[in-house]
């Protein structure tokens, strides 16, 4: 593990290309274009049968018992990690569910711990168009998903290449709040630091222009990278017209500049805590696990305790179409 300075990234769509229409409806599910595609619940069925057959409690950090006579995971289980009601789960195996939407194909996708191979073809048995395999990406590095389901009482959060919150863990949501919940320019960190002065408040106000500093800097990087027509380019043009405060600290070209391993947080539960933050790269899908921890014997490391008996006291009810196939 090294230390960790977060990068940063906004979020884009991506455009189908057009295809041409089919002239013969007997054979529409051969040449039907992308954006008319329909779901093949049969094959969908059997797909997630054997992939849940295949996932075994300790792939995904639950204890087999000694009675446990089910081949695989149980379907109740697969549900709670895709965070969909058992019963929504158990009609896609058996053939009679509704098509689901892409939000919940990358639920399934994650819950399963699916190979991106796996999840583009999870997302065409559901009738969607595989996700373009870019930089960015959401889907979740199925090595790094074992990692963090085996660190429950730490926290410790997935971030895509660019700083997005991908997946948290309990105490991680109790220590930072919900960040997979945004949507649109608001998913880029650095954007909501800029943009959302709730966003800093579990910051001690002191550190606030270091950590102006270190996201511009990481924000400019990110531009060199990818050129200056990537989202990132645009993200701070957007900034730009946007923040004065980000204005200056852009016009200052600063590069290069890191976070420590010491970082400090205030939680509204527990109060000021410095705790060290370490990092585990994936560089096949430019992911990284971030993991909190605080020195044994000191203040912060009693509170970091107590928070993981606090828990999550405000629970984020997700505003979307699939709000109904999760309860």
């Known amino acids: 593990m090294q ?6 990234w906004v979020d884009h769509q991506v455009v189908d290309s057009a295809a041409q229409p089919c002239n013969h409806e007997w054979d529409a599910r051969i040449v039907m274009p992308w954006e008319m595609r329909i779901v093949d619940r049969p094959e969908l069925a059997d797909f997630l049968r054997s992939r849940r ?3 075994q409690p300790e792939d995904v950090g ?16 697969v549900a709670e990690l895709c965070g969909m009601s058992t019963d929504y789960y158990a009609r896609l195996e058996r053939g009679n569910g ?22 583009d073809h999870l997302f065409l048995l559901t009738g969607h168009n595989a996700p373009q395999r870019v930089l960015r990406t959401d889907h979740v590095s199925p090595g790094l998903m074992r990692v963090l389901d ?19 863990t309990r105490l991680a949501r109790a220590l930072l709040g919900d960040q997979t919940q945004f949507t649109g320019l608001a998913r880029s960190a650095v954007y909501r630091w800029f943009t959302d002065p709730a966003s800093r408040l579990i910051y001690p106000e002191d550190d606030h222009p270091t950590h102006g500093r270190i996201y511009t800097a990481q924000l400019r990087r990110v531009v060199t990278q990818q050129g200056p027509q990537s989202p990132a380019a645009a993200l701070a043009d957007t900034l730009r ?33 410095e705790l060290h933050c370490q990092t585990l790269l994936d560089p096949d899908q430019v992911q990284s696990l971030l993991v909190f921890t605080a020195t044994p014997g000191t203040e912060s490391y009693q509170k970091l305790q107590l928070l993981s008996v606090i828990g999550t006291q405000r629970l984020t009810v997700p505003n ?8």
């Open 150 to 168: 085996r660190l429950e009482d730490t926290p410790a959060q997935i971030m895509s290449g660019l700083g997005e919150t991908l997946a948290q």
């Open 3 to 8: 230390d960790a300075s977060l990068p940063l």
């Open 98 to 119: 509704p098509q689901p939407s892409e939000q919940m194909a990358a639920a399934l996708a994650r819950g399963l711990r699916l190979s991106l191979a796996e999840r």
């Open 241 to 273: 017209g946007q923040s004065a405060e980000f204005a200056a600290f852009w016009s200052d070209h600063e590069i290069g500049i890191e976070y420590t391993s010491q970082k400090r947080l205030r939680n509204p539960e527990v109060g000021l805590m």
């Open 62 to 77: 639950l204890f087999r018992g000694p009675r446990r006579r089910t081949s695989g995971l149980r379907r109740e289980e």
């Open 53 to 55: 057959q295949a996932l």
């Open 320 to 327: 979307t179409e699939d709000a109904a196939a999760r309860q």
